[in-house]
C-alpha cells in the first residue's frame, strides 16, 4: 500500500525563487503538451507519443531563445509534468468510456500561475536526498530546511513539492508500506461498532458515546467574514490586495487544518479501537444542494469516511458501509418494526409497539451495526484489502498513537 507523509518547508528566499522558476517550467511543459494533443485533434491526426513530445519539448526547446531557461531547472520535473498530462489524458477518455469508477472528469485544463496549488514532482533518478541534519537536498534548489514531525518509516521513492494558496510550502514522501507489519501493530479486538454520522452531534456510536460537532467553520466565520471584507475594499492588481488574499487564504488554511487534525484524530482512534466498523453511505453531494449546506461541508463527512476506509485496509479491520435508503432512523432497535418517518427536530421518539422510548441518533447507530451485518462477521472474518491511492491526508503528525487518543 502507498501512503503520503507530509511535511512543512521552509524554503529561504533564494529557495523560494527557484522553486517558483521550477513551477513555472513544470507548467510551461504541461501546457504545451496539452496544446500539442489538442492541435493534433483538431488537425484529425493521431495523439503524439510521449517520447515525441519529450524530445520536442523538453530537449530541442531548451536549444531554442523561446524555452532556453528550461534548463535552469532539473530535466526530471520537466519529465514529470509530461507524464501529468499523459495520465490526466488517460483518466479523461477512461471516464468517457466509463471504465473509470467516479464522478466523470472532463478534458485537462491549462495550467494557470494564479492557480492556488503549484507543485512539481522528483523521482528516485532526480538524486534528491535527506542530509545529515535533516533537510531535503533538491537539485538546482539546495537544502532546504524541513519541520520533522516524525521519521519516516522507509524510503520513500519520490517527492513532491507542493505550494498551497496561503502560501505554504510542503514535501510530500510517497512511501510503500507492508500490511503485515501494519496490522500487527495493531491491539488485538473483536468490538464492532456503528457510527451514525450527523450536524447536532458528529458521531453517535452504537454504543451510546457521543461525539460532539467543532464546527470550524462556524466559529471562525466571523474572522473569515472580516478578512473577506478586507479583501474586496483592495483595488484589484494592488500589492495591497495580494496580502489581503493571503490572509483570507490562511484563515481557511486554518480551519481546514484544524478539521483534518479532528478527523485524522477521531478515526485513529475507532480503527485501533474496533475490530468492525458499520457507517451509513450518505449523499454528501445531495445533501451540499439543500439549506444545510455550510453545515454538512463543515462537517466533512467524505473526507472522515475516507479516512476510515484507507485506515481500516491498512491495519485490517473492517469497514462496512449501508445503503443510503436504510431506514435506520425510522426502525426501533429493540423489536425491529418500523415506526415511520420523523422530522429533523424530533431527538426523542417512543415505539408505539414495544414502547422502547429511543434517542434518535443512538438507534441509528445501533441500526447501522445490525444492518451491516458486524454482529457475526467481523470476528474472525477474512480480510482482504485491495489497493488503495496515496492519500493526502496521511500528512503531518498523524501517525498510530502509542495509546488511545480522545476524541
Known sequence: MQLRYSFRLYPDPGQRRALAKAFGCARVVFND?????????????????AAELSKRLITEAKQTVERS?????????????????????????????????????????FKSR???????RFTANARWNITDKGHLSLPKIGAVKVKWSRTLPTTPSSVTVIKDAAGRYFASFVIDTDPAADAARMPETDRTIGID??????AVLSDGTKIDSPRFLRRAEKKLKKTQRELSRKQKGSKNRAKARLKVARAHATVADARREFHHQLSTQLISENQGIAVEDLSVAG???????????????????????????????ILVRIGRFEPTSQTCSTCGVKDGPKSLNVREWTCAACGTVHDRDHNAAINVKTAAGLAVSACGAPVRPGAIPAQREEAGSHGFPTQARAA
Open 33 to 49: 503538451a496539452a496544446r500539442a494533443r489538442e492541435e493534433a485533434r483538431a488537425a484529425k491526426q493521431p495523439f503524439p507519443k
Open 69 to 109: 531557461w528550461l534548463g535552469e531547472v532539473s530535466a526530471v520535473v520537466l519529465q514529470q509534468s509530461l507524464r501529468d498530462v499523459e495520465t490526466a489524458y488517460r483518466n479523461f477518455f477512461a471516464s468517457l468510456k466509463g471504465d473509470r469508477k467516479g464522478p466523470k472528469v472532463g478534458a485537462p485544463h
Open 197 to 202: 454520522l450527523g450536524l447536532t452531534h458528529f
Open 114 to 120: 494564479k492557480d492556488k496549488r503549484q507543485s512539481i
Open 287 to 317: 445533501l451540499a444542494r439543500t439549506r444545510l449546506a455550510k453545515s454538512v461541508h463543515d462537517a466533512g463527512w467524505a473526507s472522515f469516511v475516507g479516512m476510515l476506509k484507507y485506515k481500516a485496509a491498512r491495519y485490517g479491520r
